[in-house]
């Protein structure tokens, strides 16, 4: 009976582990490999970059990459449908992620009164002067971008500006977009007159005399900027449009919109809802418009993300001295008002950490513009109130610019989670950059937008253009700059030269770096099987040539979902 019993609970064991082990072997990940996907499009004869290294060619089914390799190992997915695109031997890369765009904006300059950034006064107000002979009398002329260190040791005046515009109201606004220079009709529509006190987080100019001199910073200019009639829909669908269109001939398949209000939303969603809208958008809702953030998810749709708020807590480190520094800036001998000896905190500290821990709580991103140390270190102080308060939620808050950063405030950043996010497009000389030199002095410039200190304090870092603060979103200009710290082509002397990253730090900056910080690591941001077939085919291999020509780099196709959503012609 012993022996019998026995035997059968052998039988038993036995029979138990067979009936279990094909969900063993499941979990261990030992299941039969699928049959091949009939790929709808395969680009062979090609260079693609992979987390693997270099592979030939890759295959495509709807919106996924379902293989990587050479040309026999995707026969498997060929059929006689499959569209074969054999690309010449070109490089084809994961599609790039732009992390600071105002493409609406972007979108609307192309119809203003604009000169070159660094243009002299006469050449501006020649230019002004042919805006006003189109301009129908009483009509605003909005346009620019000046900057002080082109007027030498003068500087702008209303009164230049009221002998060629006496009838029309004029803002120009300045390279950093954080200041406007207007005449003596803006003034009067703005109510502004030698009474008018500085708005909250703003500056009215004045002489000595005590009248305004037509030059507004911050949140000044920004009051002024709502007297200007604001184009209906449609022509901000047109915009927004325009402005994509162009980023995809740049390879820009998913980017972020740094400021958001309740039009350009509207905007947005007219896009999308017209299926135009290729490219995956995060967007940052402007932190006074309530109302949009309260309603956010009226405009929100498929690959259109509603999911950040965007706060203004300085300036910027230019003449303007409206970026918060720890220290007191290079040119103020004399100077007595704190506003201008350190710059301007627009948001006060308590406040800074209540909105971000509310936001975040709410499940929502903060991005915040700091340009200055002392504006980067209440960035901080505000990220990890909300840290203490909720936890470490998953949410990813960015410091936008950051381009001057106490030194005890990279571990900082690392240790509570925070993102910086660098912009890359104006380290070479300029007249951006002459201002901020004059401004901060060389000692703090040596780490000017220190990226390569970030990254060795295993910060998160992402990159943005700006555009239109910049001429354009250039990605190819901003990965030679990240590089070589000089103007493209290598000219003139670098900037902050110890911050130099190599080639493919650029890249990943562009492409994993900012997908894990938009939350879409697991569908893009490289060129792998089961990812989302965001990629771009492009005229060089950036990683064999010089990096002094990687500006050069023309973009041939750019391929969003599966789809070649641009070709060079």
């Known amino acids: 009976m012993h022996k019998t019993t026995r035997t059968m609970t052998m039988l038993a064991l036995l029979a138990g582990t067979f009936l279990l082990s094909p969900a063993r072997a499941q979990l261990e990940g030992a299941a039969a490999e699928p049959a091949p996907v009939a790929a709808d499009t395969m680009y062979v004869n090609a260079r693609v970059r992979t987390p693997d290294g270099w592979k030939t060619g890759l295959a495509v089914a709807g919106e996924t990459i379902v293989a990587v390799g050479s040309e026999q190992e995707l026969a498997a997915y060929r059929t006689p449908k499959t569209h074969v695109v054999d690309l010449g031997g070109a490089t084809v890369l994961p599609g790039l992620v732009d992390m600071h765009v105002h493409a609406v904006s972007a979108g609307l300059d192309a119809a203003n009164c604009r000169f070159k950034q660094g243009s002299r006064p006469a050449e501006i107000i020649e230019t002004v002067k042919a805006c006003v002979a189109r301009a129908k009398p009483g009509s605003w002329i909005v346009g620019g971008q000046w900057d002080g260190a082109s007027f030498g040791t003068s500087a702008p005046h209303r009164a230049l500006l009221d002998r060629i515009a006496p009838n029309n109201p004029v803002l120009l606004r300045d390279v950093s977009l954080h200041s406007a220079w207007v005449n003596s009709a803006a003034l009067a529509a703005g109510g502004i007159t030698r009474d008018t006190p500085n708005p909250d987080g703003g500056i009215i100019e004045k002489d000595k005399a005590g009248n305004p001199t037509g030059i507004l910073r911050e949140h000044a200019a ?20 325009s402005a994509t269109r162009t980023m995809l001939s740049l390879g820009i398949t998913s980017y972020e919109d740094a400021l958001l209000t309740t039009p350009s939303a509207r905007a947005y969603a007219a896009l999308a809802d017209a299926g135009e809208l290729y490219q995956h958008v995060r967007t940052c809702m402007w932190e006074p418009d309530q109302a949009l953030i309260a309603s956010r998810n009226l405009y929100a749709r ?12 300085d300036g910027v480190p230019t003449d303007a001295h409206t970026a918060a520094m720890h220290d007191d800036y290079a040119d103020t001998a004399g100077v007595t008002d704190p506003a201008r000896r350190k710059g301007l905190l627009l948001v006060a500290p308590d406040q800074i950490s209540a909105k971000i821990t509310r936001y975040d709580a709410a499940g929502l991103t903060v991005k915040l513009h700091a340009t200055g140390d002392a504006a980067v270190h209440a960035a901080l102080d505000g990220i990890e109130a909300a840290r203490k308060a909720n936890g470490i939620a998953g949410m990813r808050h960015e410091i936008a610019h950051a381009n001057f950063v106490l030194p005890a405030d990279f571990a900082r950043a690392g240790a509570i989670g925070a993102t910086f996010e660098f912009s890359p497009y104006v380290w070479f000389p300029n007249s951006v950059i002459k201002d901020v030199i004059k401004a901060v002095g060389p000692t703090r410039m040596e780490h000017f937008s220190p990226v390569k200190s970030a990254l060795d304090a295993a910060v998160p870092v992402t990159v943005g253009s700006d555009w239109p603060v910049v001429p354009a979103a250039d990605p190819w200009l901003a990965m030679e700059t990240l590089v070589t710290r000089q103007a493209p082509g290598g000219v003139g002397d670098p900037i902050s030269p110890q911050e130099r990253i190599s080639v493919a730090q650029a ?3 562009f492409t994993r770096a900012a997908a894990r910080q938009l939350g879409i690591e697991d569908q893009a941001g490289s060129i792998e099987r089961g990812k989302r077939a965001d990629l771009i085919v492009i005229d060089r291999d950036i990683f064999a040539i010089p990096a002094t020509d990687i500006h050069n780099t023309r973009v041939l196709r750019t391929i969003i979902s599966g789809k070649e959503r641009y070709t060079r012609q």
């Open 302 to 313: 498929p690959g259109l993300e509603m999911a950040c708020v965007k706060m203004m807590l």
């Open 222 to 241: 920004m009051k002024l900027l709502e007297k200007v009639p604001q184009p209906d829909t449609p022509a901000m669908v047109d915009a927004l449009r």
């Open 507 to 509: 890249v990943d900056l």
